[in-house]
């Protein structure tokens, strides 16, 4: 052939080995790099839908890698929005190509989620072979796996099974319980919180990145243990919920992880118009739609406190006085009740202590602590709000858990320390305070006031479904004291007559009587309704 030499033969030779060596090499290690998850996702699936919600969590999902954020991550978004594909399929591929020798666990509340999830991985990989990530033959198992020429890989579990043995680098938990049934099962979500503590968490390298990722179903789930106080790491976890609709108040400083305006809804991966999200939120419910939906659980209203029997004040009831001191203008009576943590726990129950205000019929919220303590914390506490109110003579604490503990200790060092022994069952003792909450007897500080009083209102409206009750407790035993054993009732039924005379016996709730002249009254909440529940009353009504 013309021009053909054994010189240029050689050359074509080594031209087309380095070439086929490139190919190799392509094919390693992957060639083109992915900069996000979004980039896989659409390599692997080109219908892929990204919408705003999806593009944050890519942020946070690589900020996590990247080190420019928190290393654990909660991530909430309502159902069938992307964000399990997104975080357990497309995540994992994405972290494999900045570091083939990362060791991935992904767990679920069952083995044979988790398990899927392992072999759509996988599967990925062979069927996208220019990804440039090979598994091993060995090794490919779906619940685990491992590249080849590598030490990454995944391996997949059930919440109720073991990684024994397995260090981890990365830890992602998707939907660690099944539905409903379990959310309301303190069962489940126990195993779900011993699980993190002698599971999950001691799997893991120094540096390791843990997403959860769940759609929300009760405010004590696995993401509201780990972000909560009940969790001393829980600064440690960076929180993105993105609710369906934009529910924050601008007004208060809050801002939407989306930038939508306040009532807007998210844009759906699923298409899902406005019409359609008005149809699922009523079709949902108002209990499913504010946890599924909205990222924000709360337990399902007890009924006996409700949240439409409170009435708020807009003005102090109190002045803080030239020494630091706090009194209570015009009152008849200012008491303090105690609910103290059990003896010998871990730390996971409260203590709680409020401060209260009476004249005549009337009571209001003053003061409130709430917080874990020890036995040390909690004398310290006590000292301290005693010191804050000296206008309050007596000091209720319940005859229980650490309780005798601390009377025992304080008796002879502060004045008016009362023993309190529940005379009945905690549902009895609220529903005692049923009738004075709907006749508008208890006032609490507006929540410009004091922020305080939306977890205590939270709380109180969830009795006896809610996760604790100390603050309940706190509340009761204060009103049992000052309506019932102390004299109140009277005041409350002088009242009631003094509006029969009037001609108001018809009226929903009587007036409040002003604090002090040109303190006006707080605004009033709808009318109270009825109790149609079981009528589990104490003796003494």
């Not at 400083?253 to 991966?269: K, V």
């Not at 009945?424 to 529903?431: I, M, P, V």
Request: with cysteine.
């Amino acid at each position: 052939m013309p021009g053909y030499t054994r010189s240029s033969s050689r050359s074509h030779d080594l031209g087309v080995s380095l070439l086929l060596l490139d190919v190799a090499d392509h094919l390693e290690t992957g060639g083109s790099a992915f900069a996000s998850p979004q980039d896989v996702a659409e390599h692997i699936e080109p219908r892929t839908v990204q919408t705003p919600a999806l593009d944050i969590i890519d942020r946070k999902l690589i900020d996590a890698y990247e080190g420019r954020g928190k290393r654990r991550v909660i991530i909430s978004m309502p159902p069938q929005e992307g964000k399990s594909q997104r975080v357990s399929r497309y995540y994992p591929t994405w972290l494999l190509k900045q570091d083939p020798d990362l060791r991935i666990a992904i767990v679920s509340y069952a083995d044979a989620l988790a398990r899927r999830w392992g072999r759509q991985i996988r599967n990925d990989l062979r069927d996208n072979p220019d990804i440039g990530l090979t598994v091993r033959h060995d090794t490919a198992a779906a619940n685990e796996w491992q590249l080849a020429h590598y030490q990454g890989g995944v391996i997949t579990a059930g919440i109720e099974s073991g990684l024994t043995g397995r260090p981890v680098d990365v830890l992602i938990i998707d939907d660690p319980l099944k539905g409903r049934q379990e959310a309301d099962s303190e069962t489940y979500r126990e195993m779900n919180k011993d699980w993190w503590r002698s599971v999950g968490s001691t799997r893991l390298s120094e540096d390791a990145i843990v997403i959860l990722v769940m759609t929300r179903w009760h405010e004590d789930d696995l993401a509201g243990f780990l972000s909560g106080p009940e969790n001393e790491g829980r600064d440690e976890w960076d929180v993105l919920n993105i609710p369906a609709q934009a529910d924050h108040s601008p007004e208060r400083g809050e801002t939407d992880p989306l930038g939508r305006e306040p009532g807007e809804y998210m844009i759906s991966a699923r298409g899902r118009t406005v019409a359609g999200w008005e149809s699922r939120k009523i079709n949902a419910g108002s209990r499913d739609w504010n946890a599924l939906f909205q990222g924000r659980p709360a337990p399902a209203e007890g009924g006996v406190l409700k949240r439409s029997y409170w009435k708020y004040f807009t003005v102090p009831r109190h002045v803080e006085r030239a020494d630091g001191t706090m009194w209570a203008i015009g009152a008849d009576q200012v008491l303090m009740s105690w609910d103290m943590a059990f003896k010998d726990t871990d730390g996971s129950d409260y203590v709680v202590g409020t401060v209260w205000g009476r004249r005549g019929p009337k009571a209001w919220l003053l003061d409130i602590v709430h917080d874990r303590m020890d036995f040390s914390a909690t004398i310290m506490a006590f000292r301290s709000l005693v010191a804050r109110w000296p206008q309050c003579h007596l000091k209720l604490v319940e005859d229980k858990a650490n309780g005798p503990a601390v009377i025992n200790q304080l008796q002879t060092e502060i004045g008016g320390i009362v023993p309190f022994s529940p005379p009945d069952s905690k549902l009895a003792r609220a529903y005692s305070m049923q009738p004075f909450l709907e006749a508008g007897n208890f006032e609490l500080p507006d929540p410009m006031l004091d922020p305080r009083v939306v977890g205590f209102v939270d709380e109180c409206a969830a009795f006896p479904n809610g996760a604790h009750d100390d603050r309940v407790d706190s509340f009761t035993q204060a009103g049992i004291r000052m309506f019932i054993i102390g004299g109140g009732l009277d005041a409350f039924m002088s009242e009631l007559a003094g509006q029969q005379q009037r001609g108001m016996a018809d009226a929903d709730v009587p007036h409040t009587v002003p604090w002090e002249t040109g303190h006006p009254d707080g605004p009033a909440l709808p009318a109270p309704e009825t109790n149609d529940g079981d009528d589990v009353r104490p003796p003494w009504l």
